[in-house]
């Protein structure tokens, strides 16, 4: 079964470790994203390797593709020419469009890497995990974040 | 094929275990998911760390007056120096980077030259967690996994990230467990808080005074209305707050404090202690290094160098090449300078400058919070650069000394310092610039720290809205910055990063009536819409 990143939004502090890891990796390229929720909460974006990839379908050159045995969404960085379709037509945000080295930045779960993704890894809190998808054990997102937010509340 | 080593991070003394490896072309972080103390996690300092090993800017020879000497020459001119100054007009100051055998070695190379100026220049308010208050245990990791009633004071979750998991796994083990947190900024680590007091900028002592002796009926000397009004809380949330943290309550205290927060260092430091003595709880002091003060303060240091009796000044740590203006500005006074440094000084620094092995590719010896730690060295050392020791050796032979620990503070004492602190307050107008330490931001690599955060009130008195320029002008600097609305700082007051030394240098220093030690507070600024983008924030000009 395919894995993916998931976010424990409870336990996120928003110290951005996941951008550094991955900044530290690719050379300057963060590949996940943050998004600012009011003053004190914080979102890690990370690509989700869609079943039916929008970014893939606007790619002019065919430069980003799904692996049909990892369910991996793939982009040849060599290949890119930076036209930003695939961050135009992501409907997360997780595709920066701001170019490094005039390619787009693209998630590839950390391929290189057999114990998974750095920021992951490095997750100070453990709010990203690497988790099988539909794992029973798949862990409840975001619980105690609406219990302390009062938009969240019943009233 | 690559090799992986692993040490002890050094960024700050929450102590986790990192990895790094080398493929024989560049040095890549690695995870030690095994670590007791971080299973592997590292915050984006710890994520740094590699950079630093073979960062383009990395100094790899020995620079006089900005340009290219050897090490023969820089030799010979330290002894040339030393002589002329002779040991009555030698200073030695260190600051960040220096570990405990480092330090002590430094105290014993003062002892044998026998020069009377030994100081820590780590103005930073955090060292002020070397002032302890009698009575009061220190945390543990099993204390702050068990906690059941947690009080943080100030941003603990930016200073140590990777110290904070523990706290929110505590924090969600039961539903009855509480967390408090005392900041002046609503902060990431404010959401998580079953009751967030929000205080007046630099006024946390008194409301944690004010804290304190709700806890403990029998502190004499605290005006509980008096203290939560000089802080700007009510009653009844200081109230909420001790009930959550009764003592019978296990738990733990921690304390953070960041520069341009704090105007009350030693005061801070001892309330907050004060405050898990009335708790009955153990305290942690979260903080990036453990430095003692040293036997010359540095504020006395300073006036030695303006009084013109500093002939010769050799500065270790990481603050003195990049922060020479804000921290020093009399040290033109001093005719020669010898300082370490990691990277080449930008712009360039009179006097000798030394290129000194990183915190990765030496060994030492330090501190952190759940005990002492070893680091070994992971990378190979930078071209050029040379040892502690070795740069040690340019000015004599000496074995390491023990340091002696500040004495104990009683309450009765604190109860005095914060008397004297009450009656020194004064209201004031006009907008306060506070700052902010985020994780991400080290060096300056991630994070240029470019944005000040606005009100949004402030914002529509200003007229300015997201990404447009305000120009700010403190006491001795300038600087202009792009805007950020967020609801993160109360109305009349303003924050940017201080990790950045443009930035930092907005804060003048200070010092405290206390203690007498240099204090780096919220500044008093004038702030104006900047018609266009007036330049690059990294373009601070001294006023």
Redesign the interface.
């Given at each position: 079964m395919a894995k993916r990143i998931v976010l424990r939004m409870?336990?996120c502090?928003?110290?951005?470790?996941c951008?550094?890891?991955c900044?530290?990796?690719f050379k300057g390229e963060a590949r996940i994203r943050y998004g600012e929720v009011?003053?004190?909460?914080?979102l890690p974006l990370s690509c989700r390797h869609c079943e039916e990839p929008l970014c893939a379908a606007a790619c002019p050159f065919d430069v980003i593709r799904k692996d049909k045995e990892t369910g991996l969404v793939l982009r040849s960085s060599f290949h890119c020419v930076g036209c930003r379709s695939c961050a135009l037509a992501c409907p997360f945000g997780a595709i920066d469009t701001r170019l490094l080295r005039r390619a787009s930045q693209k998630c590839s779960l950390c391929s290189d890497r057999t114990?998974g993704p750095?920021c992951v890894?490095?997750?100070?809190?453990?709010a990203l995990q690497f988790v099988e998808v539909g794992e029973p054990g798949e862990p409840r997102v975001g619980v105690?974040y609406a219990a302390?937010?009062a938009n969240w509340r019943r009233p | 094929m690559s090799t992986t080593r692993t040490t002890t991070c050094p960024f700050c003394l929450n102590g986790c275990t990192s990895g790094v490896s080398f493929d024989g072309y560049q040095y890549r972080m690695d995870y030690a998911v095994d670590a007791h103390v971080n299973r592997g996690r590292l915050c984006p300092r710890g994520n740094s760390a590699s950079i630093v090993v073979d960062h383009p800017k990395r100094l790899s020879y020995p620079l006089l007056d900005g340009r290219e000497t050897t090490w023969q020459q820089a030799g010979e001119l330290v002894r040339q120096w030393l002589r002329a100054a002779g040991a009555g007009g030698l200073a030695i100051v260190y600051s960040r980077g220096r570990a405990a055998d480092e330090v002590r070695r430094l105290h014993g190379l003062a002892r044998e030259l026998g020069t009377p100026y030994l100081a820590c220049g780590h103005v930073e308010p955090e060292n002020a967690f070397n002032h302890r208050l009698a009575g009061v245990e220190d945390a543990t990791l099993e204390d702050v996994q068990s906690a059941k009633a947690m009080l943080l004071v100030g941003d603990v979750f930016n200073t140590s990230p990777v110290a904070s998991w523990r706290m929110l796994e505590a924090r969600y083990a039961d539903r009855k467990n509480r967390l408090v947190v005392v900041d002046s900024l609503r902060t990431r680590q404010s959401g998580f808080a079953h009751v967030f007091v929000q205080v007046r900028p630099g006024t946390e002592p008194f409301a944690l005074l004010a804290l304190a002796a709700l806890l403990d009926r029998r502190l004499s000397g605290v005006d509980v209305d008096r203290h939560a009004a000089l802080a700007g809380v009510e009653r009844g949330l200081l109230e909420t707050a001790a009930k959550a943290l009764e003592p019978k309550t296990p738990g733990f205290v921690g304390s953070a404090m960041h520069p341009g927060r704090v105007r009350h260092p030693a005061l801070h430091s001892l309330a907050s202690q004060l405050v898990a003595r009335a708790a009955k709880k153990p305290f942690t002091g979260f903080r990036e290094t453990a430095l003692p003060f040293g036997p010359t303060g540095f504020s006395s240091l300073r006036e030695a160098v303006a009084a013109g009796k500093v002939k010769m000044l050799f500065w270790t740590g990481g603050l003195y090449p990049g922060s020479y203006h804000e921290l020093m500005p009399e040290l033109d006074k001093v005719e020669h300078r010898v300082a370490t440094a990691i990277f080449v000084p930008d712009p360039p620094i009179p006097g000798l400058v030394l290129p000194l092995t990183a915190e990765l590719e030496r060994s030492s010896v330090g501190g952190s919070y759940w005990g002492e730690v070893k680091r070994a060295p992971v990378a190979s050392p930078f071209s050029g650069s040379r040892g502690f020791a070795d740069v040690l050796g340019l000015l004599g032979r000496a074995e390491e000394a023990d340091v002696a620990a500040p004495k104990p503070e009683s309450v009765e004492a604190v109860i005095a310092m914060a008397a004297g602190a009450v009656a020194a307050e004064r209201a004031s107008d006009g907008w306060l610039l506070v700052g902010e330490k985020k994780a991400i931001g080290i060096r300056g690599f991630f994070d240029d720290e470019e944005t000040i955060l606005v009100n949004a009130a402030d914002a529509g008195r200003l007229e300015v809205d997201d990404e447009d320029y305000v120009a700010v002008k403190g006491p001795v600097a300038e600087a202009a910055f792009q805007v950020h609305v967020s609801g993160q700082v109360p109305p009349g007051v303003l924050c940017v990063g201080t990790n950045v030394h443009r930035n930092r240098a907005l804060f003048p220093l200070g010092v405290d009536p206390a203690t007498g030690e240099t204090v780096v507070g919220p500044a008093r600024v004038e702030v104006e819409k900047a018609g266009v983008k007036v330049g690059p924030a990294s373009e601070t000009r001294a006023v």
């Amino acid at each position: 079964m395919a894995k993916r990143i998931v976010l424990r939004m409870d336990y996120c502090i928003g110290c951005r470790s996941c951008e550094a890891a991955c900044r530290s990796r690719f050379k300057g390229e963060a590949r996940i994203r943050y998004g600012e929720v009011g003053a004190t909460v914080f979102l890690p974006l990370s690509c989700r390797h869609c079943e039916e990839p929008l970014c893939a379908a606007a790619c002019p050159f065919d430069v980003i593709r799904k692996d049909k045995e990892t369910g991996l969404v793939l982009r040849s960085s060599f290949h890119c020419v930076g036209c930003r379709s695939c961050a135009l037509a992501c409907p997360f945000g997780a595709i920066d469009t701001r170019l490094l080295r005039r390619a787009s930045q693209k998630c590839s779960l950390c391929s290189d890497r057999t114990e998974g993704p750095r920021c992951v890894t490095s997750c100070p809190t453990g709010a990203l995990q690497f988790v099988e998808v539909g794992e029973p054990g798949e862990p409840r997102v975001g619980v105690g974040y609406a219990a302390r937010h009062a938009n969240w509340r019943r009233p | 094929m690559s090799t992986t080593r692993t040490t002890t991070c050094p960024f700050c003394l929450n102590g986790c275990t990192s990895g790094v490896s080398f493929d024989g072309y560049q040095y890549r972080m690695d995870y030690a998911v095994d670590a007791h103390v971080n299973r592997g996690r590292l915050c984006p300092r710890g994520n740094s760390a590699s950079i630093v090993v073979d960062h383009p800017k990395r100094l790899s020879y020995p620079l006089l007056d900005g340009r290219e000497t050897t090490w023969q020459q820089a030799g010979e001119l330290v002894r040339q120096w030393l002589r002329a100054a002779g040991a009555g007009g030698l200073a030695i100051v260190y600051s960040r980077g220096r570990a405990a055998d480092e330090v002590r070695r430094l105290h014993g190379l003062a002892r044998e030259l026998g020069t009377p100026y030994l100081a820590c220049g780590h103005v930073e308010p955090e060292n002020a967690f070397n002032h302890r208050l009698a009575g009061v245990e220190d945390a543990t990791l099993e204390d702050v996994q068990s906690a059941k009633a947690m009080l943080l004071v100030g941003d603990v979750f930016n200073t140590s990230p990777v110290a904070s998991w523990r706290m929110l796994e505590a924090r969600y083990a039961d539903r009855k467990n509480r967390l408090v947190v005392v900041d002046s900024l609503r902060t990431r680590q404010s959401g998580f808080a079953h009751v967030f007091v929000q205080v007046r900028p630099g006024t946390e002592p008194f409301a944690l005074l004010a804290l304190a002796a709700l806890l403990d009926r029998r502190l004499s000397g605290v005006d509980v209305d008096r203290h939560a009004a000089l802080a700007g809380v009510e009653r009844g949330l200081l109230e909420t707050a001790a009930k959550a943290l009764e003592p019978k309550t296990p738990g733990f205290v921690g304390s953070a404090m960041h520069p341009g927060r704090v105007r009350h260092p030693a005061l801070h430091s001892l309330a907050s202690q004060l405050v898990a003595r009335a708790a009955k709880k153990p305290f942690t002091g979260f903080r990036e290094t453990a430095l003692p003060f040293g036997p010359t303060g540095f504020s006395s240091l300073r006036e030695a160098v303006a009084a013109g009796k500093v002939k010769m000044l050799f500065w270790t740590g990481g603050l003195y090449p990049g922060s020479y203006h804000e921290l020093m500005p009399e040290l033109d006074k001093v005719e020669h300078r010898v300082a370490t440094a990691i990277f080449v000084p930008d712009p360039p620094i009179p006097g000798l400058v030394l290129p000194l092995t990183a915190e990765l590719e030496r060994s030492s010896v330090g501190g952190s919070y759940w005990g002492e730690v070893k680091r070994a060295p992971v990378a190979s050392p930078f071209s050029g650069s040379r040892g502690f020791a070795d740069v040690l050796g340019l000015l004599g032979r000496a074995e390491e000394a023990d340091v002696a620990a500040p004495k104990p503070e009683s309450v009765e004492a604190v109860i005095a310092m914060a008397a004297g602190a009450v009656a020194a307050e004064r209201a004031s107008d006009g907008w306060l610039l506070v700052g902010e330490k985020k994780a991400i931001g080290i060096r300056g690599f991630f994070d240029d720290e470019e944005t000040i955060l606005v009100n949004a009130a402030d914002a529509g008195r200003l007229e300015v809205d997201d990404e447009d320029y305000v120009a700010v002008k403190g006491p001795v600097a300038e600087a202009a910055f792009q805007v950020h609305v967020s609801g993160q700082v109360p109305p009349g007051v303003l924050c940017v990063g201080t990790n950045v030394h443009r930035n930092r240098a907005l804060f003048p220093l200070g010092v405290d009536p206390a203690t007498g030690e240099t204090v780096v507070g919220p500044a008093r600024v004038e702030v104006e819409k900047a018609g266009v983008k007036v330049g690059p924030a990294s373009e601070t000009r001294a006023v």
